[in-house]
């Protein structure tokens, strides 16, 4: 992906203090089902924010109001500075928007679809012949433009979603899911032309892949159960709510003696979580840290245990996110996996 | 209507490519050419199937007979294709997700259903001038010439039925999500307007009442009044489209 071609893909750059998307009390309800619970968010024009949240968090509600596609039960919100709505062609010629699962015509060739695409966004002739040909650059998909998309794989699809989305150069991106059939190769291609896109663009994008948030997004929003559980600037979130980690990293063969250890580390009263990883590392969270610091080694003594390694690490959006969210329990999940939403009276 | 000539070429690629207009143009060719053919030998097919045991007296076969029996092809067999035509226009692309991929373009709806309707009327015109075509040339071959002018005004008029077949399901796949359900509720008005065919006080009025106006103009004899089922249809099929539209700009995709 030549980084002209993403230049390309941007918008003129967005005057500095400008919001790309705003929401006053945002609720969606469904029947009974509250999808979406008084959303209220800022994101910064130019900013690549990451909306973040288990499944049947509020996530696509948020993404499908926010485009047009559905109808805000309650509240406000601007999108490039322009209300959102159900038909309003003035909106929609600001934005681009990727489905989670993208659904294109059969019938028709790549090309085509991007053509058309580009048309209805009102490019004309020979910018649509070259805005067609860059994005098909852009998404890797030129050598297969004149077959038709019935016979194209998932990640191929996606990727000329992402081009669909980004042919008219528009001023807010909504990337719902964007990498979930992409191979590794592509997931890092789409990962580097979001990245391209910030100052000019405002990208948003919903995901639970939180590596992909932290590699991408200044700013996050974490969402559960249609409520905003926190949000703001990546590293602030992560100072705030991230709690201290240790990984204690032991020799091996002294299953008895590391047992024991974590035994005295969980019972220690500055001790949050501790659990034990793959290859028989040992994680501790910890409420205090500067009792941690000077816990932890004399514990590892009393226990007889002799360590590799032993490390403070940085903790990661997904230690925010699960001491913010945690784990779902059995009954909080339905049948697909899905968090259950909350109900209310309808 | 921002878009609606990009929208309507969309439309009218995907009728060729997913062969509807061949496949429909066909058919009506083939109900152009049987048409006249049927009403020739049916009364010679009669007398072989009753092998003289019945005594058929049966008056001899007209150019009018060939024209009824197209004009009943039409009505029928044509207006159900055209029921299936518009049965899933919108609702396949709602419930497949791809109205989306439009809608989130600065699009407006009202050149969505538009399109699908003029694509629709497009494939069924060219269909419909394939099967008055034939039939005009087998009338020839077989019992005589009928008028050029009137050719055409009962080609326009038979067309204009299917159209209102058409619109009436294409508001039907906008309520529903489901093309099986527009093609029912679509079939259900096809019963429904032509038991209200019966009422006197209506039915000039209605797309029915075109086929006997189209016979008269046709065989150039005196007949009912052609402009009110022609005005009546083209309301039914502005109603439709308004009625569409309203529904449809409330619609969550």
Redesign the interface.
């Known amino acids: 992906m030549s980084a002209s071609v993403v230049a390309s893909a941007a918008a003129p750059a967005e005057p500095a203090g400008a919001l790309g998307i705003s929401t006053r009390d945002l609720t969606k309800r469904y029947g009974s089902i509250l999808a979406l619970d008084g959303l209220s968010l800022e994101v910064p024009a130019g900013s690549v924010f990451g909306l973040l949240g288990p499944n049947g968090a509020g996530k696509t509600t948020t993404l499908?109001v926010l485009?047009?596609?559905?109808?805000a039960t309650a509240g406000t919100a601007t999108v490039a500075g322009v209300e959102v709505g159900?038909?309003r062609?003035?909106l929609?010629?600001r934005?681009?928007?990727l489905?989670q699962?993208?659904?294109?015509?059969p019938?028709?060739r790549g090309r085509?679809l991007l053509e058309?695409?580009g048309?209805?966004?009102?490019l004309e002739q020979p910018e649509l012949g070259r805005r067609v040909l860059d994005m098909l650059d852009l998404v890797g998909l030129r050598a297969a433009a004149e077959r038709r998309i019935g016979g194209w794989s998932g990640g191929m699809r996606q990727r000329l979603g992402i081009a669909?989305a980004l042919i008219h150069r528009p001023t807010v991106v909504f990337l719902d899911e964007p990498v979930s059939s992409l191979d590794p190769e592509g997931r890092r291609d789409l990962l580097d032309l979001i990245a391209g896109l910030r100052d000019a663009t405002t990208v948003v994008l919903s995901t639970h892949l939180l590596a992909d948030v932290e590699r991408v997004c200044d700013r996050v929003a974490i969402l559960d159960r249609g409520r905003l559980v926190t949000e703001g600037p990546l590293e602030e979130l992560l100072a705030k709510h991230a709690r201290p980690l240790f990984l204690l990293d032991p020799e091996a063969g002294q299953d008895d003696a590391v047992e024991g250890l974590v035994g005295r580390l969980a019972a220690a009263p500055w001790a949050t979580d501790v659990s034990t990883l793959a290859g028989g590392r040992i994680r501790v969270s910890a409420g205090d840290a500067d009792a941690a610091s000077a816990a932890i080694l004399p514990l590892v003594a009393e226990a007889g245990v002799r360590l590799v390694a032993f490390e403070r690490a940085r903790p990661t959006l997904e230690d925010v996110f699960l001491e913010l969210v945690g784990p779902p329990g059995p009954d909080d999940l339905d049948g697909r996996g899905f968090v259950r939403p909350r109900e209310v009276a309808s | 209507m921002?878009?609606l000539g990009?929208?309507l070429r969309?439309e009218l690629?995907?009728q060729w490519?997913?062969l509807r207009l061949p496949l429909v143009a066909i058919v009506f060719l083939l109900i152009g050419f049987l048409s006249p053919l049927l009403a020739r030998f049916t009364p010679e097919i009669l007398r072989a199937v009753g092998g003289g045991l019945i005594n058929l007296e049966l008056p001899p076969p007209s150019a009018g007979d060939a024209i009824d029996q197209l004009a009943k092809n039409l009505g029928q067999l044509g207006a159900l294709i055209a029921i299936l035509l518009a049965a899933g226009a919108v609702a396949t692309e709602k419930d497949?997700?791809?109205a989306?991929?439009?809608?989130?373009?600065?699009?407006?709806?009202a050149g969505f259903l538009v399109a699908k309707l003029v694509a629709i009327g497009i494939t069924l015109a060219i269909s419909t001038a394939v099967a008055v075509a034939a039939a005009w040339f087998y009338t020839l071959v077989l019992f005589e010439q009928l008028s050029p002018g009137g050719t055409v005004a009962a080609a326009v008029m038979n067309w204009l039925a299917l159209l209102a077949w058409a619109a009436i399901t294409l508001l039907a796949s906008t309520l529903t999500r489901s093309a099986l359900a527009a093609a029912g509720i679509g079939f259900v008005a096809l019963i429904l307007i032509g038991i209200l065919g019966i009422v006197p006080a209506i039915a000039p009025w209605l797309p029915t009442g075109l086929a006997a106006a189209a016979r008269a103009l046709w065989l150039g004899v005196p007949g009912p009044e052609a402009w009110t089922p022609i005005v009546g249809t083209l309301l039914l099929i502005a109603a439709c489209l308004v009625l569409a539209w309203l529904a449809f700009?409330?619609?969550?995709?």
């Open positions: 499908r485009t047009g596609l559905a109808r159900l038909d062609p003035d929609r010629r934005l681009g928007y489905d699962d993208p659904r294109f015509y019938w028709m085509e058309l695409t048309r209805l966004s009102g669909q | 921002a878009g990009v929208l969309k690629l995907e490519r997913t497949r997700g791809t989306a991929l439009l809608l989130t373009r600065p699009v407006g709806r700009r409330r619609q969550e995709l």
